[in-house]
Nanobody, 124 residues
Framework: QVQLVESGGGLAQAGGSLRRSCAVS????????IGWFRQAPGKEREFVAH????????YVADSVKGRFTISRDNAKNTVYLQMNSLKPEDAAVFYC?????????????????WGQGTQVAVSS
């Protein structure tokens, strides 16, 4: 079993920055790739970013490319999502998730474990 807990500031102005953290416990953290997803009201859950279990491979959705960065610290069992140049349309509930798959996993069904989600609001 793997547990994921997201944290980080929840409110920013447009153009500002926030950082999400995803603390992972349970089975060997370094054996899991981690993804970030988001879901806005009335919309489907959307892939945001993925980082491989060794951290050597990252993939970011086109909608956030150049603004969001994913990284991981295996010593701290934590994955980070740095969000810069935030836009009002970035507002959503953000989730981190874990998958044992090695390659880029862009679909939510590919993930076995999920955090509880945290709200991000962006004021214009």
């Amino acid at each position: 079993q793997v547990q994921l807990v997201e944290s980080g500031g929840g409110l920013a102005q447009a153009g500002g920055s926030l950082r999400r953290s995803c603390a992972v416990s349970g089975r060997t953290f370094s054996s899991y790739s981690i993804g970030w997803f988001r879901q806005a009201p009335g919309k489907e859950r959307e892939f945001v970013a993925h980082i491989s279990w060794r951290g050597g491979s990252t993939y970011v959705a086109d909608s956030v490319k150049g603004r969001f960065t994913i990284s991981r610290d295996n010593a701290k069992n934590t994955v980070y999502l740095q969000m810069n140049s935030l836009k009002p349309e970035d507002a959503a509930v953000f989730y981190c998730a874990a998958t044992p798959r090695a390659g880029p996993s862009l679909l939510s069904v590919q993930y076995d474990y999920w955090g509880q989600g945290t709200q991000v609001a962006v004021s214009s």
